[in-house]
């Protein structure tokens, strides 16, 4: 028997897959900007998750018996970075759907502003 | 004041973020439809699942470090402010790395 919390957080990794294949087709996974995006906010999230889950003084406290036993990095639940993935890449989702996004043209125009070197 | 950690490490992400807004143009606050529009389907979902894990006994919050203002049993305010900031975090960076791509690159991000 697959533990609850990486059972369900791979089985939610593939839900999510499944709505941008075959419902929403937003084309995010085609895009550079939201790997290289994913990678900063696993970067960020060993911090902060190592925080909530450091067992010498967790913020969120878990029955083992759901866990993988894996806990790395730091002791983050492995299976986290599933969950996370699943959360943050469904909000991303959403957020493509909702709106258009801007071209790389845009984006330049408006970067005059920004970003000066 | 441990009783406000994890709503402070909440707090922190969004401020630690907000340059993510205003110096690299993300538009994400200044976007607030198209925002909620993506972020209340993706926290109704995820709080679902959470509150059936804490009401099954996979997972709990540390009374040490949460305020204890409960929505439900057991079931903090702080842990409805993780999916509200985490997931405004992860737009920021995608737009913010879209606008880094645009800049400093040839193609389209």
Known sequence: MIPAYPGFSFLAVLVVIGLELWVLRTGIFRQKAYWIAMAVIFAFQIPVDGWMTKLSAPIVVYNPEVLSGWRWPLDIPTEEFLYAWAMLTLVILLWERAGPSESGEERRRRAGRLLRR | ?109
């Open chain 2, 1 to 109: 004041m441990d009783r406000y950690q994890y709503l402070i490490l909440m707090g922190l992400c969004l401020v630690l973020t907000l340059p993510l807004e205003f110096l690299f143009g993300a538009r994400v606050w200044r976007r607030p439809r198209r925002l909620l529009t993506a972020l209340v389907p993706t926290a109704a979902i995820f709080i679902v699942w959470d509150v059936i894990a804490v009401a099954r006994g996979h997972w709990g919050f540390n009374p040490r470090y949460t305020t204890g203002w409960n929505i439900l049993p057991d079931f903090p305010i702080d842990e409805v402010m993780f999916f509200v900031a985490v997931p405004i975090c992860a737009l920021l960076t995608l737009e913010a790395v879209r606008n880094v791509l645009a800049r400093f690159g040839k193609e389209d991000a």
